[in-house]
């Protein structure tokens, strides 16, 4: 194990009625709140309603900016900032999913900052000032709920970059599992895959003796194979959208990360794909983890062994290690399909010809390698990528 030091602040408020504790949660917003929100979702499932009327009752006086689209951009980031300050907002109220709420961090962290928030997308520099944020989630996926993390994407350059910060996790998240019913089940199982990959990430390490999180990453994983084909079959089963909402954040609070190096790789190359392609990060995720996984058999078959085993089932195949590993990875691809995910890039309408792009882009034209359980260069992105496709 390595050192480490764990501080997650984020306060959670989980339950069926829990919208009901916004209220109480608000002075932490200060006087003036930026509501932010996406494409509708919340005006369908009348959450809107009710935190506009919370909001009043309050006496909270507020502006709104809705139009976040999934794979949040970069423009209305810029909008945001210049509303917030001509505004004197104070906080951000972000309702919505995963793209929500990493807009809401840009915008929380680009209000204080007199340069281009841009900035701590693609250089060294992290924010160390930012407007607390609120949450009340209606998507299980990403984790950005307790997450320092935000990823965002320009236009231009088709470019998706992530910042990080402690200073950027929200103060409070609400979740309620009832908001998620009215998910499509595309979105449902694009979050699962999500959750899915933020504890694989944490799991594919070479730090030793980490049974601790090793096992608590396995028991996670196999509660969400389990609801997830629950929700499968009945979608409206509440409590399978209960234990997914909150494995999605106990997937990336941090604490499956205690003492381990986590790898990541897979979540960088998949920002190539989503940031060309406009894919769902989760559809993306279940067409490169597969492939990653086939590409380090050859260099780490023990801990795909181990997760075969203890996360599928599978018996130790003749002692074979590396067969061993082999079904597990098959049977990931057999859990991706029963959740109607792509795991090729042509079952996405995606081709080969932009591969040396996407590779050359995620290594910054080979001046850095990504992940640690094995470091990868553009060209081994590029065989794991024609794995894929
Ligand atoms: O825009 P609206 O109308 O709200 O619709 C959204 C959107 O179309 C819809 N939706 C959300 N809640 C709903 C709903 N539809 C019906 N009922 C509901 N209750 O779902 C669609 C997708 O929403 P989005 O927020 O884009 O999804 P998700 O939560 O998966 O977030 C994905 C983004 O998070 C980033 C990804 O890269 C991607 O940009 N990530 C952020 C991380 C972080 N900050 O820590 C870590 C992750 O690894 C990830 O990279
Ligand atoms: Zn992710």
Known sequence: MIDFYFWNYTRVVFGLEAE???????????????????????????????????????????????????????????????????????????VGG??????????????????????????????????PIGVMLT?????????????????????????????????????????TLSLPWYQTACGISDMFAHIMERYFTTVEHV?????????????????????????DNLDARSEIMWAGTVAHNDILHTGRIGDWATHMIEHELSGIYDIA??????????????????????KIAQFAHRVFDIDYYQDDIKETARMGIKRLEEFYRDMELPVRLKDAGIGTDRIREMAKKAT?????????????????IEEILHLAA
């Not at 997308?121 to 930012?130: E, F, G, L």
């Not at 993306?284 to 078959?301: N, R, T």
């Not at 910054?364 to 081994?380: C, T, W």
């Open 281 to 302: 990060h989760g559809a993306g995720l279940s067409i490169v983890f597969p492939a990653w996984q086939k590409y380090m058999l050859d260099k780490h078959p023990q």
């Open 364 to 380: 910054r034209d080979d001046k850095i390698k990504l992940g640690n359980f094995h470091k990868l260069d553009s060209k081994a």
């Open 20 to 94: 009901k504790e916004l209220e109480s949660h608000l002075e932490l917003l200060g006087d003036k709140v930026l509501l932010h929100y996406g494409g509708g979702s919340i005006k369908q499932i009348g959450l809107y309603d009710t935190v506009i009327k919370t909001l009043k009752k309050a006496g909270v006086s507020f502006v709104e900016l809705g139009g976040v689209k999934p794979n949040p951009r970069l423009s209305l980031v810029y909008e945001g900032i210049e509303l917030c300050r001509k505004e004197g907002v104070t906080g951000i109220l972000a």
């Open 139 to 179: 998507l299980p996926a990403a984790g950005s709920e307790t997450s320092t993390g935000s990823v965002i994407t320009k236009e231009e350059g088709e470019l998706k970059r992530d910042t990080g910060s402690p200073i950027l996790r929200p103060q409070f998240a609400i979740l309620n599992p009832k908001w």
């Open 211 to 235: 049974e601790l999180t090793d096992r608590m990453a396995e028991g996670a994983m196999k509660t969400i194979i389990h609801q997830a084909y629950r929700l499968k079959e009945n979608p």
């Open 98 to 131: 995963g793209s929500v709420i990493d807009s809401a961090k840009a915008i929380a962290a680009g209000v204080p900052y007199d340069g281009d928030v841009w900035d701590f997308y693609t250089t060294d520099k992290n924010p160390d000032k930012a407007l």
